[in-house]
């Protein structure tokens, strides 16, 4: 962990350090860390990764670094001006849903921004406020007040409202505050913890569902059978097309197995309903604005200069999350369609951890190709560069050398500075060394970068240039320089087997008229732009590290 924060300029935050706590000046922050500790002491008794960070996100140690973002989301900043003027002390990722003539807030948290301190204060502590009183006493009045709101907007929006309700999500929010109807004063984790309790045990689930203490399990199945039947409707399989399909997959089961499916999904369902209406983006909106809807007049002058995508600054966020403001039903489909770790990787689920493992794996096996491949696509390049500068060169020398002379003399001193980078004593490329002479280009890029047809010069810094950025992102780069000194492995041997045989068949057959082609394999190269250009924010993320 120290060395990646060495490498990638990352200031880590412990949050279990004495300096952390003593920046807790209020009676809610310090209320908030207590809950945070509860949160990760006892993730075998409910508590949730997701809540604990949650949390740490809203304490005065964190947001005043600026900005917040979950390590999901990607940040490419290299697009955006060095200092923009914004209208607000505090920043999100806001979005709403128009239903008729109301809006739903839709305030997610994956990135969060302080402008001002000073002026965000009165906003940050009436969310403090809000996740304290949900932490110690759990209940949501989400469905509650939202079919409250949208029933008085006539016939539409009420249709709308039972659209929305069809999803699975909608329908545990309101469960959630059910299961203990007369005990109000349940904490949100201990809530969770009865929930993994009962979604975890066959046979406390079937009780858990019983209407009466006489109905038998068998009862209780079949029940369930005909609640989840009776979800099959045409609002599903028009619009919901895969849960459609899995209810139906689950219904043709066995009922051990059609049990454990519902156990299994149900223990998701009843535990990302209670964590967005604790400290996510159900209860962020009711902190700030005091309820879920709003009018679209109050949305614009409230709720807009509160957003990132207000000032366009929500493209240097590469999350695919983002819900626009006033956006419609049908805009929401691919939002309230996704399944769990589409937008987000979801890592504090159960599905979204499994996710997460399967993406690891591939990641792994990726970098080890990776790894296999960069010295060898390194001297390629190295070997291009050599030529291209020989041809200009040679170019210089023609009759009609005189012709775009300066912009051939700009490509052979550019190229030749990208050779610097290429240390053959430490057998390494200096990715710091070649980011200096990128910068140094800035001025004369255009004249560089010039062609009529085909862009050599480009082409080559560009696969350069997304190299380094992959060796850097798959942490293949140590002390910012890449290894150039080829490692010798089952593959490349065996790749350099087959080009022998190619070899001296070419060879064997040159007295015939048939010349075969060669097809011994030449190591990968990046023709393709670099989709992220090496700059210092590509190196050097803005986001810090919350431990």
């Given amino acids: 962990m120290d060395e990646f924060c060495r490498e990638n300029n990352i200031t880590p935050v412990d949050a279990s350090a004495e300096s952390f706590k003593k920046q807790l000046r209020t009676a809610d922050e310090r209320s908030l860390y207590q809950f945070y500790q509860d949160e990760i002491y006892h993730l075998k008794e409910g508590g949730n990764l997701g809540v604990a960070s949650d949390i740490l996100r809203w304490l005065p140690p964190c947001y005043r670094l600026g ?7 990607p940040l490419d900043t290299a697009t955006l001006p060095d200092s923009i003027s914004v209208n607000a002390p505090l920043l999100l990722n806001i979005g709403t849903l128009r239903l008729g003539k109301k809006e739903t807030l839709i305030t997610l948290n994956e990135y969060i921004a302080v402008v001002d301190e000073e002026a965000a204060r009165p906003y940050i502590e009436q969310v403090h406020a809000g996740l304290v009183q949900k932490l110690t006493r759990y209940h949501s009045d989400y469905i509650e007040k939202t079919e409250e709101s949208f029933n008085k907007d006539g016939f539409l929006s009420k249709v709308l409202l ?25 904490s949100s984790r201990k809530l969770r913890a009865y929930i993994n309790e009962v979604m975890t045990d066959k046979e406390k689930y079937l009780d858990f569902h019983k209407t009466s203490a006489e109905e038998s399990h068998e009862s209780v199945i079949k029940r369930l059978r005909q609640d989840l039947r009776s979800q099959l409707g045409i609002i599903k399989w028009l619009f919901f097309t895969k849960e459609y399909n899995e209810i139906k997959k689950v219904l043709s089961q066995n009922d051990d197995q059609f049990t454990a499916s519902l156990m299994k999904k149900e223990r998701s369902l009843y535990l990302k309903s209670i964590v967005i209406c604790t400290t996510g ?13 709003l009018s679209s007049d109050e949305v614009n002058s409230m709720v807009r200069p509160f957003t990132f995508s207000h000032y366009g600054l929500h493209h240097a966020f590469l999350s695919r999350n983002v819900i626009p403001l006033h956006e419609n039903i049908f805009g929401m489909l691919r939002y309230l369609g996704a399944d769990v770790g589409e937008l987000n990787d979801s890592s504090w689920l159960e599905e979204g951890m499994t996710l997460q493992k399967s993406r690891q794996e591939k990641l792994l096996d990726h970098r080890k190709d990776l790894a296999e491949q960069l010295p060898s696509s390194l001297a390629v390049i190295k070997q291009d560069i050599e030529a291209h500068i020989k041809q200009l060169q040679q170019d210089s020398q023609g009759f009609f050398s005189f012709f775009g002379r300066a912009r051939r003399e700009a490509k052979i001193k550019a190229l030749q500075q990208v050779l610097t ?59 910012k320089k890449i290894t150039t000194a080829v490692v010798e492995t089952s593959t490349s041997l065996n790749s350099k087997v087959q080009d022998e045989i190619s070899r001296r068949r070419l060879a064997s057959s040159k007295h015939t008229d048939h010349h075969p082609s060669h097809t011994g394999s030449r190591p990968l190269g990046f023709f393709a732009p670099a989709p992220h250009p090496v700059t210092d924010e590509a190196f050097e993320p803005h986001q810090k590290l919350r431990l």
């Fill in 67 to 73: 900005t917040y973002t979950d390590l999901d989301v």
């Fill in 162 to 186: 039972g659209y929305m309700k069809n999803r699975a999500e909608s329908a545990y929010i309101q469960k959630s505050t059910e299961v203990f109807p007369h005990e109000p004063g349940i």
């Fill in 281 to 293: 983006p159900i209860e962020v909106a009711n902190s700030l604005y005091d309820g879920y809807i």
């Fill in 421 to 479: 980078c290429f240390l053959p004593e430490e057998k390494t490329f200096d990715i710091a060394q070649f980011k200096r002479v990128l910068a140094d280009l800035q001025p004369v890029k255009e004249q560089v970068f010039a062609g009529f047809f085909f862009h050599r010069t480009q082409k080559l810094i560009e696969r350069l240039e997304q190299l380094c950025y992959d060796a850097v992102v798959y942490r293949l780069a140590k002390d």
